[in-house]
């Protein structure tokens, strides 16, 4: 058997993170098992699908490293849809699935319960196809469905207890039980690898697989992906977007390894692996099944270690984008023509080791291309106490009688300024680093003034020391 797996998104948003486990765990198993993976698009909700979002998906993909013509597809739901009728009719022929006209209303009245399920009131009542007439699936009465999971063994259901589910709707159009189930029968699909929130759907869909004359995939459902408070990721309450990381500069081997970590881990005491070693370890069985958290924390510190890993002219090209701003990157508050390549090129590895994600290459290096530096108000406040004038007056005259410019000239110079005034280099810097960077925080400062220059860095002392009393 040729193990075929598929990713099915439905194109209605950004790409969620959680999505992304779970078609890199598919491409995996697929690869173990020299296998297929297969992308199909679930289109039929003509209401909120966009072309935009099926790009968006396959942009998302190949960010994460399933390249578009490494897979089957994509495949669109909606032009299986003759497929999805023509199984809904057999069903309906074979006795499996009857008609039905009862509101939610009806049943709420018969039942006495809104939260009661379906009362197989139009079972025997011998309804024909109309106008709003639901297609019921008729689920047996008697006997279990048992779902083999490769993740959760084999969770057993009690077919008394699952209500009979509606597969078409009163237009004669299949809802996505049915949908779902024709598409994986018709592509061969032998094993579903999908999130945990979808299991209670599985007895439904195994049951479809068996009425419609074939077996059921293996399934395997994976860990659902929570917040810091247990609650499942939400589009409206969590940052879920891969997009939106993407953008802020998360590397994709980083994103990938980390997503990897949601429910399973390599062998030994590590985290941060090569991704053949993902992929030669990774095992499906191994997945752990608790709810697996998302914690941005750390996934922003796997990110720091990932950047400082990288020689230091791959760094200088992946902040590209940032430095100039792209299609979905803002631009940064320089101008393009006051941009110094050989400036950044002078201060990237500095910058490397201090920054865990791409977007915060822009604030560190920005008082270098800026004709004044953004001043931090709260940073002025703080570093700009009594005594800083004093300091930046006596910092200008040091740093005009130089004979070279560079950082251990720099260093000593501030270093026997501070020194005359009872204060050690890291008190002495405060407010020179204001003065020339706008902030108190950010890269070296003796390697910055150097960089940026005798002539620039005085000026701004020298503004600086006009602001004070």
């Known amino acids: 058997m040729t193990v075929r797996v598929r990713f099915a998104p439905s194109p209605t948003g950004m790409f969620h993170v959680g999505g992304a486990r ?20 679930e289109d039929t909700d003509a209401a909120r699908n966009k072309p935009e979002w099926t790009e968006g998906i396959l942009t998302a993909l190949e960010w994460i490293g399933i390249a578009r013509g490494s897979y089957e597809g994509p495949h669109f739901q909606s032009a299986n849809a003759g497929e999805h009728r023509a199984a809904a009719e057999r069903l309906y022929a074979g006795g499996r699935a009857y008609y039905c006209d009862c509101t939610r209303d009806q049943v709420q ?32 009465d008697e006997g279990e469905t ?20 509606v597969i078409a ?147 200088i090209e992946e902040c590209r984008p940032w430095l100039t701003g792209t299609a979905t990157i803002p631009p940064p508050p320089w101008q393009p023509e006051e941009f110094d ?56 005259v040091a740093f005009e009688a130089l004979p070279q410019w560079d950082a251990e000239s720099l260093k000593a110079a501030l270093e026997q300024v501070g020194t005359e005034r009872g204060l050690k280099l890291g008190k002495a810097q405060a407010p020179v680093r204001v003065a020339v960077t706008g902030r108190t925080v950010g890269l070296p400062l003796f390697e910055s003034m150097e960089v940026l220059g005798r002539e620039r860095t005085l000026t701004r002392l020298r503004a600086a020391r006009l602001r004070l009393p």
């Open 22 to 41: 779970s078609a890199l765990q598919n491409w995996i198993y697929a690869k173990q098992h020299e296998g297929v993976f297969v992308l199909r698009i």
């Open 109 to 140: 009245a018969r039942t006495g319960s809104q939260y009661q399920g379906y009362d197989g009131f139009c079972r025997d009542r011998g309804l024909g196809p109309g106008e709003g007439r639901a297609l019921r699936f008729r689920t047996p």
């Open 146 to 165: 048992v779902v083999v999971d490769l993740i959760r063994g084999e969770p057993t259901f009690e077919n008394k207890l699952i209500e009979d589910f």
């Open 169 to 315: 709707r009163g237009d004669g159009s299949p809802v996505f039980l049915l949908a779902n189930v024709v598409d994986d029968l018709t592509m061969g699909i032998t094993h579903v690898i999908r999130a945990e929130e979808h299991l209670p759907n599985t007895p439904k869909q195994q049951l479809l697989w068996e009425a419609l004359g074939a077996n059921p995939p293996i399934w395997a459902h994976v860990p659902v992906v929570v917040n810091e408070k247990r609650q499942k990721l939400s589009k409206r309450r969590d940052k879920v977007a891969l997009e939106a990381y993407r953008d802020e500069g998360y590397l994709p081997d980083a994103m990938r390894n980390y997503l990897m970590l949601l429910g399973w881990a390599p062998s030994g005491d590590r985290e941060i692996v090569p991704w053949s070693v993902i992929e030669s370890e990774f095992r499906l069985e191994e997945v752990n099944l608790s709810p697996a958290f998302f914690d941005e924390k750390k996934l922003r510190a796997f990110n720091g270690e990932y950047i400082r890993a990288l020689p230091v002219e791959q760094f």
């Open 341 to 396: 390549e050989a400036a950044f090129n002078a201060v990237a590895e500095l910058a490397q080791t201090r920054i865990a994600v791409l977007s915060e290459i822009v604030p560190n290096v920005d008082f270098l291309f800026l004709a004044d530096p953004l001043i931090d108000e709260g940073a002025w406040a703080k570093a700009m106490k009594p005594g800083a004038a004093e300091l930046l007056d006596a910092a200008v």
